[in-house]
Structures are given as C-alpha cells and as structure tokens.
C-alpha cells in the first residue's frame, strides 16, 4: 500500500545537510509531515524533488511549507501535504 512504499521511499533517502527527525501520517497515509533540520534553505526542495521520484511520493503535493532559523545555525523545516494529485 502507499503507507507502506512511503515509509520505504523514507528509509532510502540519503541527503546530506538535511535530517528528518519525525514524520507523520494520517488519514490512511494520504496526510503528511514531515519535520527536521537542514544546512541550508535549498536542501528542503532538493530533498522533496528526490522523494517525488520514489513511488511512495510519486504525484503526492506538499502543499504546506515552515522554515525557521534553529539553533547552531541549521533550518527547522515543516512540510504537510493533504492533497493527491490524481483521481
């Protein structure tokens, strides 16, 4: 199933400068979050594009987005995602 496939598409990302630290999913997966810390702003689109080529995440739309100064200068990221492209 989805929930299944996207907790593997999790497990195989590998992205350096850029932590996950937890991840929600709810609604029979098809709602997301994902939270952590980044080196630097333009990890978090690079992590989300290398996700989308997985077929866990393949269509899925972020559509919620928070980036914030952190601690030892790294980025608290925040992304969520209700919506599926697609029927």
Same mark, same amino acid.
């Given at each position: 199933d989805g929930f299944t %496939? =996207?907790?593997r598409d999790?497990? %195989?990302f590998? *992205? *350096?400068g850029l932590w996950l630290d937890s991840f929600t999913f709810s609604e029979g997966g =098809? %709602? #997301?979050r994902l939270a &952590?810390?980044?080196e630097s702003a333009d990890r978090v +689109?690079? !992590?989300l594009a290398a996700l989308s080529n997985g077929d866990g995440f393949d269509g899925y739309n972020f559509d919620g987005f928070e980036l914030q100064d952190a601690d030892n200068n790294l980025l608290r !990221?925040? #992304?969520t &995602? +209700?919506?599926e492209a697609g029927p």
């Open positions: %496939q =996207r907790l999790l497990a %195989q590998k *992205q *350096q =098809r %709602q #997301v &952590g810390y980044s +689109p690079a !992590f !990221f925040e #992304v &995602g +209700p919506s």
